[in-house]
């Protein structure tokens, strides 16, 4: 007898799949990123190798990925592989941390680099005119009007994914088309039009801080991680793509090339609009490049224009994140009350709404430790879930992706020493948000054994999906 309990429905093809994972990726990193990169490494070619090797590893992980997806086609990503991989005490932590550093902190910053644009038009929408209401120095808790704008942005793209997914991925995808047409005009006619120089690409910068390249380039790696988070966003919502194993490793794959190539155009249209010393220090970098390039007033509309560009990211991570503690919850590895599934909507409403409470929250932290905190905890997972496949290929029956069995294990091997290298230097150098990242861990573990133990529910490899799939 079939079960009436409501349920999510596969309804995503190719399109919307990579649309998710172009627009969870193209957002606050590339708005934000290389103003601080400026000032870390000191010379345009660090700042572009650094973008390079964050695109190699995020290709490489989403290779990794794909054949995770494809074993395993549920809803919730490294929850899921991880749990498979090495039991549900590290597929519970990984699902916690994707609720706080996973997507409620990105959505928070993705939402104050969209109030930092409109302070383009408004001076008192830029992060650092928000008022201090407690705390010092790095550590402090600020509200204004840069909170306010980032929280009703975020309350208006949860009620959106509340009243069902069709209507939240066909705004995604014309959010998606509008961003990467916004950032391909940016480039094509800074070159074309603009007035910049390539004598930019010889200046150097005075480095604002005292730590040695080679370890000051692990660290700047943290923010390009950041910048290039998104590469497995199609995995959280497996269970909602038609024909997963062949919908999941394209949307990964050729969501991360486009964004690469992307990335890297747009940081070298950023030095070549101006000397790597001007840049230093600017959040809202994509801006202060179309000012020089093309003058204050078509600025405006490019600052407008990638304010709506910063839209599609929160929109996109404020569907996928739920999902997660959806699978969670499914298996009693998180409160209940996150499985519910909206009997009209088929949306998980009780998750995405306590995502919603919990990143309006966050939106009072200093945006560069939010930066850093996101970058380092994610990280540490990205690492074991693609560590997890050396277990579990040696599994019978376990379905192979071609580019990962080529010269394996070079693949996961080389995303897993970018990794640890990016670990390594993380906790010599920043021990405070390290401490952070592992607090919420250790939180993560006591709860799980003080309250919520799981009732294993087998994801087994390959699920086979008999509903009928909706257009998207």
Request: charged share 10%; aromatic share 14%.
């Amino acid at each position: 007898m079939a079960s009436s309990k409501p349920s999510l429905l596969p309804q995503l093809g190719i399109v919307s799949a990579t649309a998710l994972v172009v627009s969870n990726m193209i957002g606050t990193g590339i708005f934000t990123t290389t103003g601080f990169l400026a000032g870390q490494l000191g010379t345009p070619r660090l700042v572009l190798w650094s973008w390079v090797v964050g695109a190699i590893a995020a290709f490489l992980g989403a290779v990794c990925y794909s054949e995770l997806g494809m074993n395993f086609p549920s809803s919730g990503g490294e929850y899921v592989y991880l749990t498979k991989a090495f039991g549900p005490t590290w597929g519970f932590m990984t699902g916690w941390v994707s609720f706080f550093a996973g997507f409620s902190a990105p959505i928070a910053a993705a939402a104050l680099a969209f109030s930092s644009y409109l302070g383009h038009f408004d001076p008192r929408f830029r992060t650092e005119n928000a008022r201090i209401l407690a705390g010092s120095g790095e550590w402090t808790l600020q509200f204004g009007w840069p909170q306010v704008a980032a929280c009703t942005l975020v309350a208006v793209f949860t009620i959106l994914n509340v009243v069902g997914l069709q209507r939240a991925a066909r705004v995604q995808n014309v959010l998606t088309a509008v961003k990467v047409a916004v950032l391909l005009a940016f480039v094509g006619l800074a070159f074309a039009v603009g007035h910049g120089d390539t004598a930019n690409f010889s200046q150097t910068a005075v480095r604002d801080v005292p730590t040695p390249l080679a370890a000051q380039f692990a660290i700047s790696l943290f923010w390009i991680y950041v910048a290039y988070s998104g590469w497995n966003a199609a995995t959280y919502v497996a269970e909602e793509l038609r024909q997963p194993a062949r919908t999941l490793p394209f949307a990964l794959a050729i969501g991360t090339a486009i964004v690469a190539v992307l990335y890297i155009a747009l940081n070298v249209v950023f030095i070549y609009s101006a000397p790597l010393a001007d840049l230093k220090g600017r959040l809202a970098v994509g801006a202060f490049a179309a000012s020089r390039l093309f003058g204050s007033q078509v600025a405006g509309t490019f600052s407008a224009l990638m304010a709506l560009s910063l839209m599609a990211t929160v929109n996109a991570m404020v569907t996928i994140g739920p999902r997660v503690y959806y699978a969670m919850a499914k298996n009693g590895a998180f409160p209940s009350a996150a499985a519910r599934v909206h009997p009209k909507w088929h949306t998980p409403v009780v998750a995405i709404v306590a995502q919603a409470i919990c990143t309006m929250l966050l939106t009072m932290t200093p945006f560069p430790q939010l930066v850093v905190y996101i970058g380092f905890t994610l990280n540490v997972f990205a690492v074991m879930s693609v560590a997890s496949l050396f277990k579990l290929r040696r599994r019978p029956g376990w379905q192979k992706l071609r580019i990962v069995s080529f010269c394996y294990p070079l693949i996961p091997s080389l995303f897993l020493a970018v990794g640890v290298w990016m670990i390594f230097y993380g906790v010599q150098l920043k021990p405070y948000i390290s401490l952070a990242a592992v607090v919420t861990v250790a939180t993560g573990a006591l709860f799980y054994h003080a309250r919520w133990r799981p009732r294993p529910e087998p994801i087994s490899p390959v699920e086979t999906y008999s509903r009928r799939p909706g257009p998207v």
